[in-house]
């Protein structure tokens, strides 16, 4: 098997579509004759401030490109943004503003490199080309597909049968997002395989700029925490990229069994055979694999070290039911020491919260424990455990939810 074969079975692996079928050996062998590098893109409107790991499976994938030499270009959709991608709505997306896109695209750049190698990537905006556009280029664009081409795409038939609108503006999505792989010069694109419309009319809108149209590359979608829908940060089933150890852990650790192997072979490929042919004979438990799976993950993102010690605290908080000093992290609150806590305030202040009104929401749940005992009023005043520091401080144990706990000291010193 030669070189170039080997790459292209490789580079193959995981993949749910490499369409034309058989054609990435042929690009991968025109590139090596021209002596150059693949373009390989990959297109993410910046429409939620932060990565997760259903992005890391294509992101993965890039990462596999670059390590055999070639050059990803992640670009950063922020013209299209303004658009809102139709794949898979039921209804029309809502554009989001300039400032939104700006700096949530800011994020995005910083969080890419925790996968790829940062000196073989590109980062670019498609607003580079896309704002310079007149009125008449893009009326030129649009002539290069047709309506009846566009309706084919599930998710408008599916609302044209429904009698549910489609605005003008999400028919340019396609077309934009073609014409980027023509400023690019794009010879693969990446994407998930809800993408699949999308990346196929961009080897046509490169067809009619006198271009060799680009090798698509699907990859499978990752269902989020939930098991049902893929994983959106809209749908709150996520797991992200920055989010900290002890949340990441706790995340993976409540997905079910099933999911868990869905999981592994997305996101593990290479173990997932193993795990499975252990669980199947019975040499490995469940849990186990499970708890494996997370720290993984939290190794990835941050290191073997906080995934060692977040797999430590879940267990001593799960599966030994304590609450000891040693497994929950601590701040401490300098004085005076507060005879009333307005628990809103405070528990989005140190971060454990999104909002005032979650935690009101969570506390109907009767999912805030305070040393151990729900909560069933926004203001705590009940005594303070006796956790003394040295005399001066006393000190509590705030859960909120089954994945967040810190030991709060309140010290008058």
């Excluded at 001593?316 to 609150?333: Q, T």
């Amino acid at each position: 098997m030669s070189s170039a074969e080997e790459m292209a079975r490789n580079l193959s692996a995981g993949v749910v579509d490499v369409l034309p079928e058989g054609e990435l050996l042929g690009r991968i062998e025109t590139a090596a004759r021209e002596k150059r590098p693949l373009r390989v893109k990959l297109g993410a409107d910046p429409s939620a401030p932060d990565l997760h790991l259903g992005h890391t499976v294509v992101l993965r994938k890039l990462r596999q490109f670059q390590d055999y030499g070639h050059t990803v270009i992640f670009l950063i959709g922020d013209f299209t943004a303004r658009i809102g991608d139709p794949s898979g709505r039921s209804e029309t997306r809502r554009p989001l503003d300039s400032e939104t896109v700006r700096i949530n695209a800011r994020t995005y750049t910083d969080q890419v490199f925790k996968i790829l190698d940062r000196d073989r990537t590109e980062i670019r905006f498609n607003s580079e080309w896309m704002s310079a556009m007149t009125a008449d280029d893009v009326v030129r664009l649009c002539a290069h597909y047709t309506v009846a081409r566009i309706l084919e795409r599930d998710d408008f038939s599916k609302r044209m049968k429904e009698g549910r609108p489609i605005g003008i503006h999400e028919f340019l999505y396609p077309l934009v997002q073609g014409y980027d792989s023509v400023a690019l010069r794009a010879d693969v694109e990446v994407g998930g395989t809800d993408q699949r419309f999308n990346l196929l009319v961009g080897r046509e809108i490169q067809k009619a700029f006198g271009m060799a149209p680009q090798i698509v590359m699907t990859l499978p979608l990752l269902e989020g925490i939930d098991g049902i829908q893929k994983m959106s940060k809209s749908l709150n089933n996520y797991v992200g990229l920055t989010e900290p150890p002890d949340e990441i852990f706790g995340k993976v650790m409540s997905i079910s069994d099933a999911l868990m192997m869905r999981w592994y072979g997305v996101l593990e490929p290479e173990i997932a055979p193993a795990v499975g042919a252990d669980l199947e004979a019975g040499r490995l438990h469940p849990r186990e694999a499970k708890a494996s799976l997370a720290e993984l993950q939290v190794a990835r993102f941050h290191d073997a070290q906080a995934a060692a010690l977040a797999r430590q605290r879940f267990d001593e908080r799960f599966s030994k039911r304590s609450l000891a000093d040693d497994f929950v992290p601590e701040e401490v609150c300098p004085g005076p020491i507060p005879t009333e806590i307005y628990l809103p305030k405070f528990l989005v202040q140190a971060g454990m919260a999104k909002s005032n009104s979650e935690v009101r929401r969570l506390i109907g749940q009767g999912a805030i424990r305070i040393d151990g005992v729900a909560v069933t009023s926004d203001r705590y005043s009940h005594e303070f455990s006796s956790g003394a520091v040295g005399g001066s401080g006393v000190s509590l144990v705030v859960e909120v939810g089954k994945r967040r706990v810190r030991r709060f000291r309140f010290s008058s010193g």
